[in-house]
């Protein structure tokens, strides 16, 4: 059967975005004769639920960014009314530890859980902690879930750096910034923007953030944010100094509180005889200027979403001080 609501609402999307709705697209709104239907927060396609002579049948759509929420929002809530049991859960948020490191420092709790669980989700670039309890009302499962939590944010120490769904680093450093009226800018090289475009995801962001810097060639390095061409000859594009001076340079060219400078080798190649996830990146703000020097696994992608992450990071553990 066809669900009303979820039908205008495809309708409505089609009709904003001037396409032509076709059968295909009609059949997300479908669901089986007799089946509660499931809202869809994130996409079109309706989920539902039955209960057929005492089984549960749940549809759910399959992309992740739809599936995730539904499951989280739809239908572990329905799942712990019908078992008479409250569920409660916490999702804890780490960058700079990697999955078997986190596993390790869990194992104690992991070996020993009961009520509440444990389990960990890899969700690149960080890595995702969740804590579930389950009780006889919300309040006594939280009472469960907070402890845990507790202990699990202890034992991984500087790596946690935010609890929630559906948060990331730039979200919750984006955030810091808005509520603290502390602005940001940055010069990137190996990144190519995408510090910067993070910062964009980010409502409000246009606040804290008037705008930064992209200098892949050295030569705008220095035309742009003044970085030394003496620096660079002597140090090379991939070096501490470098980044050092691109943080400087775009935090006096713009008038930031902060600012990041990021350069490397995102790879395949190699530059400067450095191997491909050599990466520094320059952080200028009130208390100085530090750089930090990473290596990083991946493809030349993921080495480039990585150092976006630890320039978010970096800032994070700036902001702490």
Known sequence: MTNAQAKEKLTATAARLQHALTPNNLVQAQLPAGGEPLPNRTGLAVGSWNVMQGT??????????E???????????????HTHKVLASTMLRFYGLTESVIATKLAPLIDAQT????????????????????????????QLVAPVAAQVKDLLGDAY?????????????????????????AAESLTAGEFQASLGTVSGI???????????????????????????????????????AMAEGARAKVGTDYALGFTGVAGPDTLEGQPAGTVFIGLAGPQG?????????????EVRARAVAWGFKMLQNALKN
């Open 56 to 65: 549960i049948y749940v549809t759910l759509p399959g992309p992740p960014q």
């Open 289 to 301: 200027t530090t750089v930090q020097e990473f290596h990083l696994l991946g493809s030349r992608n």
């Open 161 to 185: 750096y935010g609890t929630g769904e559906h948060g990331s680093l730039a979200q919750v450093v984006g955030q810091q910034l808005i509520t603290r009226h502390l602005t940001i800018t």
């Open 67 to 81: 599936f995730k929420p539904m499951v989280s929002e739809q239908l572990i809530p329905r799942l712990a009314q």
């Open 206 to 244: 246009s606040a804290v953030f008037p705008g930064g810097f992209v200098t892949y060639a050295p030569a705008q390095k220095t035309a742009m944010i003044g970085v030394p061409a003496a620096t660079i000859k002597q140090y090379g594009v991939v070096s501490r100094e470098t980044a050092a």
């Open 115 to 142: 009520n509440p669980t444990i389990a960990i989700y890899y969700q690149f670039p960080d890595i995702a902690v969740r804590v579930t309890a389950q009780a006889a009302d919300h309040a006594a499962a939280e």
